[in-house]
């Protein structure tokens, strides 16, 4: 069959590389896509915001399945529009899509389902939550944006002057736009985060191994929170006793309290969660794949994406073999452009690309990358997320960043020490 993918990211790149090995997959399509892209399946400059446009070409080309990376067009509702016309796509409808669209839908949602989560208060006016937090004691919490804010609208404070700062940031100087109509004051979790991604055709669930991903710039988690740094799986942090509990305790209800509140979930659900002294705790929901943990999770997965993905569509998940895996770890080591997370140039010519693709076991997905005359350069903040395989996690590090030295472009930085954590808990 025609695959048709929608979006340009890392995340898709890997999605198209995946599907694209499919003995299924006739021709692999991706709108708009990048240069990373380009090489391994076929570009369409078409937005990922022109619904339109994108069922148009899914009609004339025969596309028999359509999968939708990011979130923006789930929220706005691209898989009712696509559904309408009888096209079969991958992904949850606009009404589920809210559950990633809005944190304070998410957290009444959590609280409602007995989902274990952090205590929380929701504000329309900047004023209210200055008051708020003038009258509670001074303590660590968490603002963030209700909408979407492409991963930057959560701001963890040590206290209340940052809290203050944080609160001005969202609703009064709206640095995130409409995303901060309204924002969630929520205490501050101990623990270390881990990512559970699950297929969901409504009624089944089918959990993918767990990653890890490095949201803030920095090394040891400092600085300001990112889109994603990096990530590896699995994550030695959940064995499989722990995930059973959190497919138990977390997924299920959530599916379950979806479908009551007559929004029904199909497609991925990804619980962020912090792993606390009292277990884990729901942090968000994201209802696609994440970016960058789908790089190392699809590295791993043996098992036709093609086959999961057209059986969740079909509601027919519960008819499929347990997924395969490759028991070897791996790791995704995110390159971002100077200056990301705020403004940054684009344009910059990377040079190395095919030297660190020769390596063995390593796969160079292309995030922020636009194909010229001259060569490919940077088009985004996350450039490209570099992801190798090994024996250990050690060596899966080694290998990954082994590749990052081979590519080079004028600015370009990473953190040194994704999947150190995990080196942690081995030792």
Not at 71 to 99: K, N, Q, T, W
Not at 387 to 408: D, H, M, N, P, S
Request: charged share 25%; with cysteine.
């Amino acid at each position: 069959m025609n695959i048709l993918i929608i979006g340009s990211g890392g995340r898709e790149h890997a999605l198209a590389w995946k599907m694209a090995q499919s003995p299924r997959a006739d021709r692999v399509f991706v709108a708009p896509g990048n240069a990373g892209t380009a090489a391994d399946a076929e570009n369409v400059p078409i937005s990922a915001e022109d619904t339109a446009g994108l069922i148009q070409f899914a009609k004339q080309n025969n596309v028999g399945l359509s999968v939708v990376g990011p979130e923006a067009p789930l929220a706005a509702g691209i898989v009712d529009a696509f559904e309408a016309e009888g096209l079969r796509v991958f992904g949850p409808s606009r009404a589920a899509a809210e559950l990633e669209a809005s944190k304070v839908f998410c957290k009444d949602l959590l609280r409602k389902a007995d989902v274990p989560s952090a205590d929380y208060h929701t504000f329309t006016e900047p004023r209210q939550a200055f008051h708020y937090l003038q009258e509670r004691e001074d303590a660590p919490v968490v603002v963030k944006a209700d909408g979407l804010a492409a991963g930057k609208g959560v701001i963890v404070c040590r206290g209340r002057d940052q809290a203050i700062d944080a609160v001005r940031t969202i609703a009064r100087d709206r640095e995130f736009g409409d995303a901060g109509n309204r924002l969630v004051i929520e205490e501050r979790l101990d623990g270390q985060e881990v990512s559970v991604l699950a297929v969901t055709d409504g009624k089944t669930i089918v959990t993918l191994q767990p990653a890890q991903d490095h949201k803030p710039a920095g090394d040891g988690d400092t600085g300001p929170n990112t889109g994603g740094m990096g990530a590896y799986s699995p994550a030695p942090l959940v064995d499989d006793a722990m995930l059973h509990w959190i497919e138990e305790h977390v997924l299920v209800p959530t599916i379950h309290a979806m479908k009551l509140a007559r929004r029904p979930f199909a497609g991925v659900l990804y619980a962020g969660l912090m792993i606390t002294n009292q277990g884990p705790k729901v942090l968000e929901y994201n209802v696609r794949f994440g970016d960058p943990e789908c790089q190392p999770i699809l590295m791993r997965l043996k098992t036709d994406l093609v086959d999961l993905l057209d059986a969740a569509v079909d509601r027919r998940l519960d008819k499929l073999d347990p997924l395969e895996w490759d028991p070897r770890p791996a790791v995704s080591v995110v390159m971002a452009a100077e200056g990301y997370p705020g403004k940054y140039e684009k344009g910059r010519l990377i040079r190395g690309l095919d030297e660190a693709a020769a390596l063995p076991d390593v796969k160079v997905f292309h995030a922020g990358t636009k194909q010229t005359d001259e060569g490919v350069v940077t088009n985004g903040g996350r450039v490209l997320a570099v992801t190798a395989l090994g024996e250990t996690i050690a060596r899966a590090k080694l290998q990954a960043y082994t590749a990052v030295k081979c590519i080079r472009w004028r600015g370009a930085w990473c953190r040194k020490d994704i999947s150190d954590k995990a080196l942690a808990l081995s030792r």
